[in-house]
Nanobody, 119 residues
């Protein structure tokens, strides 16, 4: 099993920055990608950004140029960061860390961290 622990959420004013971190421990040798989803009240959970062990990164159009994912670590601990700049009120959501593994089960979730952006 893979355990994910998120940190770095909080409240910030519009235009500000936050940096989220998610640490993966446990059976992580086959974790090949980690990323961030978010869920705003009354909306579906959506993929925000992700990164994999080969250095490939993805950012949703709504955050492109503002949010940057970064994955690092080794087979004892892997971490994914999300640098969030130029935050907007519409970025307010619970942000969930996700990890994908070649093992079974293959999909793991953190408990979420709240980001609130005020105008």
């Amino acid at each position: 099993q893979v355990q994910l622990v998120e940190s770095g959420g909080g409240s910030v004013q519009s235009g500000g920055s936050l940096r989220l971190a998610c640490a993966a421990t446990g059976s992580i040798a086959n974790v090949y990608a980690m990323g961030w989803y978010r869920q705003a009240p009354g909306k579906q959970r959506e993929l925000v950004a992700s990164s994999n062990t080969k250095g490939y990164t993805y950012s949703a159009d709504s955050v492109k140029g503002r949010f940057t994912p970064e994955m690092s670590g080794d087979n004892t601990k892997k971490t994914v960061y999300l640098q969030m700049n130029s935050l907007k009120p519409e970025d307010t959501a619970v942000y969930y860390c996700n990890a994908l593994s070649y093992d079974n089960p293959s999909n793991f979730w953190g408990k979420g961290t709240l980001v609130t952006v005020s105008s």
